[in-house]
């Protein structure tokens, strides 16, 4: 796992320096090493955090006529069988990074659907003078770029890294807080920062002296035939291929661990795991008294013949300021913060874990959808009364989805907030979710990169720990997307499938019981003495920023609640995005 960075100049050399900058910024992310290439109009950085082939793995690296040049940061993990097709290279390394540029010198852009892992890359060829860049089909890992057209396509790792460049001038975008305060997130293609985006999954960038071009690139496609498949035979292939996707997301010249929750997810990942590897490590997290799985933790590592190391995560205020911080953008899912502190704490030991990202989003694990399923076939009833003649006062499938998802409605923000809600509006009418299916495909290529992917990316690498998640490994995904929707959920049972693999392990209380997730207990910890003081020094300090985001009412509303009630998640969004906007300097 490492960071990247670079430029390519329309028309002028590439400010070297800058470039050099921005790659020192991102040292967390590659504490190893790093390296540079820099010519004429183009420069490239990299920094290394060493997984495999620790001795020669450095890059940038080049194919055997030095024609290309690449900077890669991700795992592959079929990069031994793609090695296999390329016969007529030569390789001076062990690493999955040069075979990826083996790949593409041979099959272009086609290269990058072929690739089972999760990456951020680029690809310079040098004799064309043309940059090639992509990211992975999930998402798993980030890439930002700068671009003004006649002027600069500038790239990196991180938004913040990226602001280290010289050329780069990129105001404040007001009209990306009301994402924010409606996902809790900035979904790509968006950013905070004008001229700066975020590259979507499985997308490239081709850059020539022309300018830009951003497109989809294609993913081979498997799964055919699973309509034939009787439950079971499902059962069976999903099994398979789970520990087929630990296997590889195991492969590593350093020690791997696991990070157990005591979930579904995590514990699923653990009984393969322990299966291949007896003595792996898992890092776990408890919240004192407020939210615990201590006792699902205890009895899935005792089934497994695991000994867990447990964190309880009691944050002061300070930490909590610093984890804000280290995100380039204003991120309000409070699991950045146990999942920030656990990173730190497993970066002690070992520099990769496992992890279970991407479970609930390929195997329907949210309650959300068994709700929606329920709304759904009421609202297709409404539709056949319609056509009786009958009014329907049901809303669409869409929006049960939108009103579950925000954290505030469009309503609360235009009576609460003053803010331009024109581009989030423009952003809901694109959305195509009109099925079960169509919300699930939205949360494995949105949601899980947006929000998920960058949760954790950010916490991990800022405690140079690589993340892996084997859920969403191409084969198992390409199976398991390929099944029907009553193979997965249904109105009453999420996550079937895989609550049927553990049942040979576990009682039917540890796979039924309530979905916790990973939030922190913050309601909780805001209403502690100290909390709601610094909390409340917070707003009168950025009292400015406060009062132009809010309308007076609600400005006093939340102060008075923070005092009189038991703070809540507005509480929150708003202290985290007023911390933020002090840590960069930002005046609204």
Request: with cysteine; net charge neutral; aromatic share 12%.
């Amino acid at each position: 796992m490492c960071g990247i960075a670079g430029q390519f100049s329309f028309g002028n050399k590439a400010d070297g320096d800058s470039v050099r900058k921005m790659t020192s910024a991102l040292a967390h992310r590659g504490p190893d090493d790093n390296g540079f290439f820099i010519k004429d109009n183009v420069a490239l950085g990299f920094r290394r955090l060493s997984i495999i082939d620790l001795k020669t793995g450095n890059q940038p690296i080049f194919n055997e006529n030095k024609q290309l040049c690449i900077i890669f940061n991700g795992e592959i993990y079929n990069y031994s069988e793609l090695k296999q097709k390329l016969t007529s290279h030569q390789f001076r390394t062990k690493t999955d990074t040069e075979v990826i540029l083996h790949l593409f010198e041979t099959y272009g852009v086609d290269a990058f659907g072929m690739l089972n892992g999760m990456f951020s890359l680029a690809i310079y060829d040098i004799q064309n003078n043309i940059l090639y860049c992509a990211r992975d089909r999930f998402g798993q890992k980030p890439f930002n770029y700068y671009y003004v057209p006649g002027e600069s396509f500038i790239f990196s790792s991180e938004i913040r890294s990226l602001r280290r460049h010289k050329e780069i001038v990129a105001g404040f975008n007001e009209r990306a807080l009301p994402y924010y305060f409606f996902y809790n997130y900035i979904p790509a293609p968006h950013s905070i920062f004008k001229n700066i985006y975020k590259l979507p999954p499985q997308s490239c960038i081709v850059v020539d002296s022309s300018g830009i071009k951003v497109e989809k690139y294609s993913i081979p496609v498997t799964g055919s035939g699973v309509e034939k498949l009787e439950f079971q035979e499902i059962v069976d292939k999903t099994s398979y291929l789970l520990e087929e996707a630990v296997k590889r997301h195991l492969i590593a010249d350093v020690e791997v661990g696991i990070f157990l929750s005591g979930g579904l997810d995590s514990t699923t990942i653990l009984k393969y795991a322990s299966k291949l590897k007896p003595d792996i490590r898992t890092f776990s997290a408890t919240f004192g008294s407020y939210i615990s799985e201590y006792e699902y933790i205890g009895r899935a590592s005792e089934k497994y013949g695991v000994k867990p190391n447990i964190i309880d995560i009691h944050p002061n205020f300070s930490k909590i300021e610093e984890i804000i911080s280290c995100y380039s953008e204003p991120f309000g899912d409070s699991a950045c913060v146990p999942t920030y502190m656990i990173s730190d704490f497993a970066s002690q030991s070992l520099k990769v874990v496992l992890t279970g990202e991407g479970g609930d989003e390929l195997f329907g694990g949210y309650a959300r959808y068994a709700d929606l399923m329920k709304k759904y076939q009421r609202f297709l009833s409404f539709l056949k009364d319609l056509v009786k003649g009958r009014p329907v006062k049901q809303a669409s499938l869409k929006s049960k989805y939108l009103d579950m998802m925000a954290f505030s409605s469009i309503e609360e923000l235009r009576l609460n907030y003053d803010l331009d809600l024109s581009g989030l509006l423009e952003y809901f009418d694109e959305l195509v979710l009109n099925s079960i299916e169509d919300i699930m495909f939205h949360e494995q290529t949105q949601r899980l990169p947006d929000n998920l992917f960058k949760k954790i990316d950010v916490a991990s690498m800022a405690n140079s720990l690589e993340a892996r998640c084997p859920f969403l490994d191409h084969e198992l995904a390409n199976f398991v997307n390929a099944l029907s929707l009553a193979d997965k959920v249904t109105r009453r049972q999420t996550k079937i499938i895989i609550k049927k693999i553990l049942s040979s392990d576990m009682p039917e209380d540890f796979l039924e019981r309530p979905k916790m997730g990973f939030g922190a207990p913050v309601s909780h910890w805001m209403d502690e003495s100290a909390f709601k003081t610094r909390i409340l020094e917070t707003f009168d300090r950025e009292n400015s920023n406060f009062m132009k985001l809010v309308k007076p009412h609600y400005a006093k509303s939340l102060r008075d609640s923070l005092v009189s009630e038991k703070p809540n998640y507005n509480h929150w969004k708003m202290f985290v995005l007023l911390v933020w906007l002090r840590e960069n300097g930002i005046q609204l």
